[in-house]
């Protein structure tokens, strides 16, 4: 049994996140290895969360946008990793080992950090109208 990070999950909220973007998520954290690995196809995770390749396609670079889904540098085929703040793991030891870990590498820069987007300006508020009476046709 695998010991779940939830160091990110926290934060989901605030990632914008597309349906599509957290389905796929959803799989790969079913699927993955202690550490967080993930080796199976994009083509493979899109089928199993119900997603077409197109979809599964924009919905793994959102991921990758906001650090959540890393891939190792030389671009292995069929090989991703889940940011280790939301990985799985072995042991409790191996989960805090790892947290630790990666607070450090944030902090040297070596791992990115999972990010929310960040707007230049805030998006439009709702303009509330009130509703008028209109005449009926006829």
Same mark, same amino acid.
């Given at each position: 049994?695998?010991?779940?990070?939830?160091?990110?999950?926290?934060?989901?909220?605030?990632?914008?996140?597309?349906?599509?973007?957290?389905?796929?998520?959803?799989?790969?954290?079913?699927? %993955? &290895?202690?550490?967080? /690995?993930?080796?199976?196809?994009? @083509?493979?995770?899109? !089928?199993?969360?119900? #997603?077409?390749?197109?979809?599964?396609?924009?919905?793994?670079?959102?991921?990758?946008?906001?650090?959540?889904?890393?891939?190792?540098?030389?671009?292995?085929?069929?090989?991703?990793?889940?940011?280790?703040?939301?990985?799985?793991?072995?042991? %409790? &030891?191996?989960?805090? /080992?790892?947290?630790?870990?990666? @607070?450090?590498?944030? !902090?040297?820069?070596? #791992?990115?950090?999972?990010?929310?987007?960040?707007?230049?300006?805030?998006?439009?508020?709702?303009?509330?109208?009130?509703?008028?009476?209109?005449?009926?046709?006829?």
């Amino acid at each position: 049994m695998l010991i779940q990070a939830s160091a990110g999950f926290g934060m989901l909220h605030r990632l914008d996140l597309t349906k599509a973007a957290q389905d796929l998520l959803s799989v790969m954290v079913d699927c %993955q &290895e202690a550490g967080g /690995e993930v080796n199976e196809s994009q @083509a493979a995770l899109g !089928a199993r969360a119900g #997603l077409s390749r197109n979809s599964a396609n924009t919905a793994m670079a959102l991921l990758e946008s906001r650090s959540l889904v890393l891939r190792p540098e030389s671009r292995k085929y069929r090989t991703y990793y889940l940011h280790p703040y939301i990985a799985s793991y072995a042991s %409790q &030891e191996e989960l805090e /080992e790892a947290i630790q870990g990666a @607070a450090e590498r944030i !902090a040297d820069g070596e #791992l990115p950090d999972i990010t929310a987007p960040r707007y230049e300006t805030a998006p439009p508020k709702r303009q509330t109208q009130p509703l008028r009476a209109v005449r009926a046709a006829g």
